[in-house]
C-alpha cells in the first residue's frame, strides 16, 4: 500500500518561501515512471497542478507558477519537497502530494492535503 504523507507550517507569512514534504511510504520516489506532483486547490477554486518530479529526478513545474516554485527531493529519506518562494494570501490553499504512474495509469495515490494558510 502506498501512502503520502505531507507536512510542514499551515501558517506562513507573505512574502516568506511555504516549504512543505511529502514523505512516501510503500513504493520508493525513484520507480521507474513514477512521477511525484504537488497539486494545490485554493478555497472555492479548483485543482492546480504545480509541478513534480520524476524517478530520475528532473523536475517539472507549472509556466504560472515556475519562477516561484522549486521541487527537490532526498532518496535516503524517501520524500520530496515543495518550496514556494514569495508568497501572498493568493496562495492560500490545500496542498496535495500525488503519484503520477506511468504508462497509462495517472495519478493513482495521493497524500491527505494539509492547509496552508498566508497571512500577517
Known amino acids: 500500500q502506498v501512502q503520502l504523507q505531507e507536512s510542514g507550517p499551515g501558517l506562513v507569512k507573505p512574502s516568506q518561501t511555504l516549504s512543505l514534504t511529502c514523505t512516501v511510504s510503500g513504493d520508493s520516489i525513484t520507480t521507474n515512471y513514477d512521477y511525484w506532483s504537488w497539486i494545490r486547490q485554493p478555497p472555492g477554486k479548483g485543482l492546480e497542478w504545480m509541478g513534480a518530479?520524476?524517478?530520475?529526478?528532473?523536475?517539472y513545474y507549472s509556466p504560472s507558477l515556475k519562477s516561484r516554485t522549486s521541487i527537490s527531493r532526498d532518496t535516503s529519506k524517501n520524500a520530496f519537497t515543495l518550496q514556494l518562494s514569495h508568497v501572498t494570501p493568493e496562495d492560500t490553499a490545500v496542498f496535495y502530494c500525488a503519484r503520477f504512474k506511468n504508462p497509462g495509469i495517472g495519478y493513482d495515490y495521493w497524500g491527505q492535503g494539509t492547509q496552508v494558510t498566508v497571512s500577517s
Open positions: 518530479i520524476g524517478y530520475s529526478g528532473i523536475t
